[in-house]
T-cell receptor
């Protein structure tokens, strides 16, 4: 099983809303990632969790708050977003064992901020 | 700062043709290089990963090569099919233990039946 699942597939929210994106993998991977992708652009790294600890934060605004409750789950909490935050949010995971470094991506959540 | 460039930005070929996609990077101190495909509005699918010590990797009709010293990688697709139509992205992972990938902007491939 090389599947990363993300929910919801689509999300529309107002600028005053609070919502969360969810990512799950059952491959035993110990690194999980959040990326943001705008139309016709490559993915941009936001956060990396390694062994359930935040290891990389690419200077992401505090209105985005990641959480890793356990090694299989990754959440992204959203609050007071701006319309320019509308994008495809991708989750990925990898083994992080120094042997197999392939990152496996989920299908993404299409976020629209009104 | 590592920069990754992909040429061409778009490519249209007839079905059955063999083709090459190019990727170049400015800093040769990479840990590995990964090729992905992305269908419109979808996530990324990993195609091939080449470690910095390797020269090439093959999977089916795909062959990826890596010349770290010159900062180049190519993705060769043999006997292209309409189902190969997608955007192809290359990404390098930096040395030093960071899991961060630096992506190119991609090549949009269209294979015409």
């Amino acid at each position: 099983d090389t599947e990363v699942t993300q929910t919801p597939k689509h999300l529309v929210m107002g600028m005053t809303n609070k919502k969360s994106l969810k990512c799950e993998q059952h491959m035993g991977h110990r690194a999980m990632y959040w990326y943001k992708q705008k139309a016709k652009k490559p993915p941009e790294l936001m956060f990396v969790y390694s062994y359930e600890k935040l290891s990389i934060n690419e200077s992401v605004p505090s209105r985005f708050s990641p959480e890793c409750p356990n090694s299989s789950l990754l959440n992204l909490h959203l609050h007071a977003l701006q319309p320019e935050d509308s994008a495809l949010y991708l989750c990925a995971s990898s083994q992080a064992d120094g042997i197999s470094d392939t990152q496996y991506f989920g299908p993404g959540t299409r976020l629209t901020v009104l | 700062k590592q920069e990754v460039t992909q040429i061409p930005a778009a490519l249209s070929v007839p079905e059955g043709e063999n083709l090459v996609l190019n990727c170049s990077f400015t800093d040769s101190a990479i840990y590995n290089l990964q090729w992905f495909r992305q269908d419109p509005g979808k996530g990324l699918t990993s195609l091939l990963l080449i470690q910095s010590s390797q020269r090439e990797q093959t999977s089916g009709r795909l062959n990826a090569s890596l010349d770290k010293s010159s900062g180049r990688s190519t993705l060769y697709i043999a006997a292209s099919q309409p189902g190969d139509s997608a955007t192809y992205l290359c990404a390098v992972r930096l040395q030093g233990g960071s899991e961060k990938l630096v992506f190119g902007k991609g090549t949009k491939l269209t294979v015409n039946p």
